[in-house]
């Protein structure tokens, strides 16, 4: 008997398909078990990889967390064991940067089954026709119709995505971001935030969402927010939602949001180790991934599922809709030390639009945040 323990986050797309995909793995391969833990959303981003590698067989895992476990010896990368074959297919069937995203050191540590960019979403019954500019975003602001998520690490990634968008560079080098950039960023964020529902700096896009999808009276837009194929599958919510891309600032094209998404680990720990590869690679496969993972609320990182008829059906075109956005997604920092910068400077970014900082002690604090993690 070969029994293994998995940890995933907790949302019916992160813990549903793990536990579907192993019991039909456990099916085709009699004496083997996977069970599978949750932590929340917040414990996903935060956690540190160390503290689970030593008792997980395999991880559920945010790809900014490789920059500090690669080489350390506590994950098993995928390359040199025999399947480089089904990698190389897998990196050619990467919805945007989702397969690289996970590798460091010339070595990879996860493969890609979920992926996620913020993407923009709409109540069909309350808004016809979205923007496709920030000047569209701030006219339904003013009208009272725009909300999205602004918790710390959200209103970090929205303003790393708008900076993007502008062209400015981020975290090369010694600076984090030019001032002037930063500026106009938080001029823009300020402004719009000035027009929102305030319960916006509570939320996370699972919360944004449930208020679209379950209220009668709800914002009908929002243009930025890690999308969630679950709200846009029919019965799922009281007010399914439709997802397309993100607006641009200038241009009426997305460019540059922050890259998210999962990928599946094994530690190095582990005792069934090939066992757990072998599960790796088939629920990142296509043939998984656009079956039995979509099937039971998986939302694939494999471009194969994004492009099939079926899954877009499924979802009021979500994949179709919101391709470009992933496409042209920012992958963000991956350096050791990364991770401490991201929890504080969601905090700071947090901190200006609840009116507790001044712009120029924001970006004040980003920079000396940003000097401390790559120390």
């Not at 897998?90 to 493969?111: C, D, F, I, K, M």
């Not at 007010?239 to 998210?260: K, M, Q, S, W, Y």
């Not at 180790?273 to 990142?284: Q, V």
């Not at 079956?291 to 009021?316: K, S």
Request: proline letters at 5%; aromatic letters at 10%; one cysteine or more.
């Amino acid at each position: 008997m070969a029994e293994l323990l998995g940890m995933t986050w907790d949302h019916a797309r992160g813990v549903d398909p793990m536990i579907a995909t192993s019991r039909a793995y456990a099916t085709a391969h009699p004496g083997v078990t996977i069970r599978w833990e949750k932590r929340s959303l917040q414990a996903f981003a935060d956690r540190p990889i160390e503290e689970m590698a030593d008792h997980y067989d395999l991880m559920v895992i945010d790809h900014p967390h490789v920059g500090e476990v690669a080489g350390s010896g506590q994950l098993m990368a995928f390359d040199g064991i025999g399947r480089d074959g089904d990698l190389a297919t897998l990196a050619a069937q990467s919805v945007g940067l989702s397969h690289p995203s996970y590798e460091s050191g010339g070595r990879q540590w996860a493969l890609a089954i979920d992926a996620a960019t913020p993407v923009a979403a709409l109540r069909p019954d309350l808004l016809s026709e979205a923007p496709r500019d920030w000047a569209g975003v701030m006219d339904l602001a003013r009208a009272g119709k725009v909300a999205f998520a602004l918790v710390p690490i959200n209103a970090l990634m929205t303003f790393m995505g708008l900076a993007r968008n502008f062209g400015a560079t981020i975290a090369e080098g010694a600076e984090f971001i030019d001032r002037a950039a930063g500026a106009e960023v938080l001029g823009l964020m300020g402004e719009v935030m000035a027009l929102m529902d305030p319960r916006c700096l509570t939320l996370d896009p699972i919360g944004i969402y449930e208020w679209m999808g379950r209220t009668v009276e709800a914002p009908a837009y929002s243009p930025f927010g890690y999308g969630y194929t679950n709200y846009s599958r029919n019965g799922y919510c009281r007010f399914a939602l439709n997802f397309i891309d993100a607006p641009g600032v200038h241009a009426g094209e997305p460019r540059g949001t922050v890259l998210g998404g999962t990928g599946i680990a094994v530690s190095a720990a582990s005792k069934h180790r090939e066992i757990a590869a072998d599960f790796a690679f088939w629920i990142a496969s296509a043939d998984c991934q656009k079956g039995l993972f979509f099937e039971a609320g998986g939302q694939p990182g494999n471009a194969v599922a994004w492009e099939d008829e079926a899954c877009n059906a499924a979802t009021r075109e979500f994949f179709r809709a919101t391709r470009r956005t992933l496409d042209t997604a920012w992958l963000r920092p991956r350096y050791d030390g990364y991770m401490g910068f991201q929890d504080r400077g969601g905090n700071i970014v947090h901190a200006f639009l609840s009116g507790d900082l001044s712009a120029p002690a924001a970006l004040e604090a980003l920079q000396a945040a940003y000097e401390e993690s790559r120390a």
